[in-house]
């Protein structure tokens, strides 16, 4: 099983990325795949989710209003559009994949190597 996020990089508070988590080696249709972030010295946080048919989404407080996750079944892959990005964003940026819960990294079995965001002030 392999998760690729990419899309992460350098972008001016107020700016926009997406980020893709492309996925191989399990039913992707099966998997409700989360988005986590962890920033220096800080613990990992659970950002958005999405269950296995997109009809179910969760975005947390920090980020509700900015950030939008979405999936496309036929391509394995979900996308977490950000915007007005913060420099609080700055962190690395993970996607996980799950079968049983939306909320909380207790819940995902695989995950990939993350990507890095920075948002300069």
Known sequence: VQLQASGGGLVQAGGSLRLSCASSGLIFRNY???WFRQAPGKERESVSAIDR??????????????FRISRDNAKNTVYLQMNSLKPED???????AGRRGLVGDRYYGYWGPGTQVTVSS
Do not use: Q
Not at 90 to 96: D, E, I, L, R
């Open 32 to 34: 409700n795949i989360g």
């Open 53 to 66: 048919n997109g009809d179910s989404v969760y975005h947390a407080d920090s980020v509700k209003g900015r």
């Open 90 to 96: 700055t962190a690395v940026y993970y996607c996980a």
